[in-house]
């Protein structure tokens, strides 16, 4: 089955800080790939999509300039946390469509900031 | 706009027993539909999936689904939980045809008692 990866897994960091998060698919290609904010105990709130080649779009009420999205490649996308506050510290997933229409997740990063 | 409604927050069942886990949905036209899994600190397992056909799906770790248009329906059911099936559950609908952006419920925590 397809396979999405994210790196790290866990990150801490100090206030003021950016903190970069990669996703990877790791057996086919995406074009598209989605990033995911997930709060403790909510569902999962789509922050953006990212486009390979192209700008990423933003949903409604997500900073681009504090969440910079970069689809370097058809295999992989980052999310950087720029300047990062402790109301940034959340859950973050990745997903990448693969055949048929079907999100695969990444296993997520847990990202807190001191 | 798509909606998606998981009316019961937490399911308590015991092991053995049948689960039946509910999702309601709003979208105008027929929608892809997706169950996704969710262990403690880990990112989303697809577990069945409805585009089309067949109105009832099955999917993976004894898993099935019944999409019901009348109801807007896709209730998760399983007729003997085991208690590495407690996790929380995210029921999902997309938008067809594009492979986009999904719209999750808020989730049902699966707890099992032994």
């Known amino acids: 089955g397809a396979v999405v990866s994210q790196h790290p897994s866990r990150v801490i960091c100090k206030s003021g800080t950016s903190v970069k998060i990669e996703c990877r698919s790791l057996d086919f290609q995406a074009t598209t790939m989605f990033w995911y904010r997930q709060f403790p105990k909510k569902s999962l709130m789509l922050m953006a999509t990212?486009?390979?080649?192209?700008?990423?779009?933003?949903e409604q009420g997500v900073e681009k300039d504090k969440f910079l999205i970069n689809h370097a490649s058809l295999t992989l996308s980052t999310l950087t946390v720029t300047s990062a506050h402790p109301e940034d510290s959340s859950f973050y997933i990745c997903?990448?469509?693969?055949?048929?229409?079907?999100?695969?997740f990444g296993p997520g990063t847990r990202l807190t900031v001191l | 706009a798509q909606s998606v409604t998981q009316p019961d927050i937490h399911i308590t069942v015991s092991e053995g027993a049948s689960l039946e886990l509910r999702c309601n949905y709003s979208?105008?036209?027929?929608?892809?539909l997706f169950w996704y899994v969710q262990s403690p600190g880990q990112g989303l397992q697809l577990l069945l999936k409805y585009f089309s056909g067949d109105t009832l799906v099955q999917g993976i770790k004894g898993f099935e689904a019944e999409f019901k248009r009348s109801q807007s329906s896709f209730n998760l059911r399983k007729p003997s939980v085991h208690w590495s099936d407690a996790a929380e559950y995210f029921c999902a609908v997309g938008v067809a045809g594009t492979a986009s952006k999904l719209t999750f419920g808020t989730g049902t925590r699966l707890q099992v008692t032994l």
């Open positions: 990212s486009n390979e080649g192209s700008k990423a779009t933003y």
């Open positions: 979208y105008g036209a027929t929608p892809y």
């Open positions: 997903s990448a469509p693969n055949t048929g229409d079907t999100q695969y």
